[in-house]
């Protein structure tokens, strides 16, 4: 009878192991978590930035990283790593993972060179390797909801409002940004920082000590009127998130989804991140 007991586990056991199937990513779907390179055929992703890998079977579950540095594991998730080298883990589910590039992956100062993605979990294994291109910048603003199109997180000095139009939002303090007005724009893929003390990044996975600045100067253009740059750097208290604060210029056009982009090394984010403007 206990033959027959363990035949019997054994037979089960072996059944569910060749229904559990390995994390898989396709071609492209390694892509800027903030963007989602929306219309954009250059899906390239950059060093330091927040990334999104779209698959099948990715996790078991849904798991948010809960302690700083952040680790690169998370639920049974035990790695996600590019040429090798582990990337700090975010999030996680079945159908997508939110990582940090890895600074110290090394990408061209002009143009793409590949990488290979791999993700492995503890109960069924590692994906099959995917390329996916890197280079130096990777510029993409955050929007609200977070689907890459839309109100764009940009805040207006020194109120925190969001420059949207006025109880757009529930529960957010909204208004029209005017002329004249501080933005504070969030959004990831700008590049190496230097960070004081060290003069280079960061640790993967740890926020920035104090301030840093971009080493690549973006410029920022408001429904296409270039804004006067104050600051390009990482977020404080924030890994993997960026921070430019720029003026509304005067001739910036009004409108309830004036566009709002980035350019950074030949690169211009999607034109469908908007903000309000009004007039003065």
């Known amino acids: 009878m206990k033959k027959y007991a363990r035949a019997v586990s054994l037979m089960f056991t072996g059944a569910f192991a060749a229904f559990a199937q390995a994390p898989s990513v396709p071609p492209g779907g390694v892509v800027n978590v903030a963007s989602y390179a929306l219309n954009q055929p250059d899906k390239r992703v950059a060093p330091g930035e927040l990334i999104a890998i779209f698959g099948s079977n990715l996790a078991s579950g849904i798991a948010y990283a809960d302690s700083i540095p ?44 590949n990488v290979t993605v ?37 805040l207006i ?19 029209p940004a005017k002329p004249g007005d501080i933005l504070q724009i969030y959004c990831t893929g700008l590049g190496p920082v230097m960070e004081p003390g060290s003069g280079s990044n960061p640790p993967d996975g740890s926020p920035p000590q104090g301030t840093t600045n971009t080493v690549g100067t973006p410029t920022v253009t408001i429904g296409g009127i270039t804004a006067p740059l104050q600051f390009s750097g990482l977020a404080p208290g924030f890994v993997g998130l960026y921070q430019i604060n720029v003026q509304v210029p005067t001739s910036a056009p009004t409108g309830s989804a004036v566009s709002l982009q980035i350019q950074l090394g030949g690169l211009t984010s999607t034109a469908q991140a908007t903000i309000a403007v009004a007039a003065q």
């Open 118 to 154: 791999v993700v492995t979990r503890s109960s069924t294994g590692a994906s099959a390797p995917v390329q996916t291109p890197i280079g130096e910048f990777s510029p993409g603003i955050f929007t609200a909801p977070a689907s890459g199109a839309g109100q764009a997180l940009a």
């Open 70 to 113: 952040i680790s690169t594991s998370l639920g049974d998730v035990q790695s996600v790593t590019f040429n090798g080298t582990p990337a700090p883990i975010l999030f996680v589910s079945g159908g997508q993972i939110n990582v940090q590039l890895p600074w110290e992956l090394s990408a061209p100062s002009s143009g793409t060179s």
């Open 157 to 175: 000095y020194p109120d925190n409002a969001i420059a949207a139009p006025t109880g757009s939002i529930s529960g957010r303090l909204t208004r």
